[in-house]
Nanobody, 126 residues
Framework: VQLQAFGGGLVQAGASLRLSCVASGRPLWRYSVGWFRQAPGKEREFVSTLSTSGGSVYYADFVKGRFTMSADIARKLVYLQMNSLKPEDTAVYYC????????????????????WGQGTLVTVSS
């Protein structure tokens, strides 16, 4: 599976962006897919994850109520709708997939994912 994330950009605080991640290769059935981010000088951190088997979605506390993750499995697309963006959301956002369908809470760990996209930069100005 190859992943490609896109949709990042420069926005003002309070604005919205929708990130997309397109998968090529094998279908995403029974995979777990996730979004992670890495801000300059910081460790990569979990944002959200979705199980393509059961549809369960989990979020990091700092994005709950603002971000929504969804997927169109048939089209091999994964989305991250980001609303009410804050300057602290500035980071490179990565999509990832795990072929074994790891479940929560393990799906919140970047080490559980087998495939990674190249990342898309989101910059939120104050």
């Amino acid at each position: 599976v190859q992943l490609q994330a896109f949709g990042g950009g420069l926005v003002q605080a309070g604005a919205s962006l929708r990130l997309s991640c397109v998968a090529s290769g094998r279908p995403l059935w029974r995979y777990s897919v996730g979004w992670f981010r890495q801000a300059p000088g910081k460790e990569r951190e979990f944002v959200s994850t979705l199980s393509t088997s059961g549809g369960s979605v989990y979020y990091a506390d700092f994005v709950k109520g603002r971000f929504t993750m969804s997927a169109d499995i048939a089209r091999k697309l994964v989305y991250l709708q980001m609303n009410s963006l804050k300057p602290e959301d500035t980071a490179v956002y990565y999509c990832a997939a795990d072929r074994d369908g790891v479940i929560w809470p393990r799906s919140g760990k970047s080490s559980e994912y087998d495939y990674w996209g190249q990342g898309t930069l989101v910059t939120v100005s104050s």
